[in-house]
């Protein structure tokens, strides 16, 4: 997944198990202590692979991405949130696949016992619960191991405790891949990881999200396989009754209140324009610095980025002085949102 805002040196040493290349070793790997950790603890943000991460976000020293199972009859592969082959399945594959929490034992090999050492709080920014939920696996790894950790951390003069934080988004694909990277640039700036947490409670009031599915029918097949009843207004949306025949395409959202669907448009293309142009609408009403956006699409960024309407958003973005970030979907999100659809989130901060 490319990320289209900035592209910093890759730094080997820090790429561990978070690395695209893929004849790299997948497991985190042990870094030295630093003698100011007792001070300064080093926190670290968790997704799971269906949040639309970019390649330099993926190789962010900060930032780990928790392995989601995609399984068919008979077969399952992993997805790591990397450049494999699930990005290249075609939409008879995806509408077989189903996407799950990972085992423990994949997330101990991936993850257990270096990160125990190599953090000192994980904040576990979760996707959306409706859809999937890491959070229990992760905790009961984190508890089986429990007393190793401390000891672990004990010899190398580390604290003891090894924090574990759930921050709930409320949102999915750009959405929490945004509201990551918000996270990360607190860190980077030396906010505490107990702040950042503080903080991170807040962004899901303040995110809101647009997803476009290209093929409704498929999202719909997904969206009844969960069986969750907070998803029932995109179930109705994605359902086409025949008094929404010339208006086919829906516009599926989510933020704070929950998910809903207020939109239609005639085709794909013209619900792409119509939350462009939405977006664009509330960074101009925006009064308070600090929006951030992200458009997350399965398909070409570059033929993408040469649509007028991308442009005119773009050039709202310069001028709000909003940052703008443009990545690929998720291999895990292809399944959920369907072949060649886009995923829209944006960050607008609480007025002064």
Known sequence: MSDQTQQPPKNEYLL?????????????????????????????????ASADVSSSMLNHPRLRVLPLAVRWPGRTLLDKGTRSRLRHLGREALREARVSAPAIDSLEYRLFPPLAINADWL??????HELIDVAPALQQMLHGHADEIRDMRRQR????????????????????????????RMLEAGVSPAEVTRRGHSL????????????????????????????????QACARPLRHLLHRAPVLEADAR????????????????????????????????GACLQVSFDGSLRELQAWPEFEALR??????????????MSPAGRIWASADSLSVALY???AA
């Open 123 to 128: 904040i576990h920014l979760g996707t959306r």
């Open 157 to 184: 003069g580390l604290d003891e405790a090894l924090h574990l934080v759930l921050v709930e988004s409320g949102s999915l694909l750009a959405g929490t891949a945004l509201q990551a990277r918000m996270l990360l």
């Open 204 to 235: 899901r009031d303040h995110t809101r999200l647009w997803l476009l599915p290209q093929y409704p029918a498929d999202t719909l097949a997904v969206l009844q396989r969960l069986d969750q009843g907070s998803l029932g207004p995109w179930e």
């Open 16 to 48: 561990g198990f978070a690395s695209t290349q893929q004849q790299r070793a997948q497991r985190e790997s042990v870094l030295p202590v630093d003698p100011t950790r007792l001070s300064q603890p080093f926190g670290i943000v968790l997704v799971d």
């Open 315 to 328: 050039q709202q973005a310069i001028a709000s002085r909003t940052i703008m970030h443009l990545t690929h």
């Open 258 to 289: 929950g998910m809903f669907s207020d939109h239609r448009a005639k085709n794909w293309r013209a619900s792409v324009v119509l939350v462009f142009e939405q977006v664009a609408e509330l960074l101009r009403a925006q009064r308070a610095p």
């Open 348 to 350: 607008l901060p609480p």
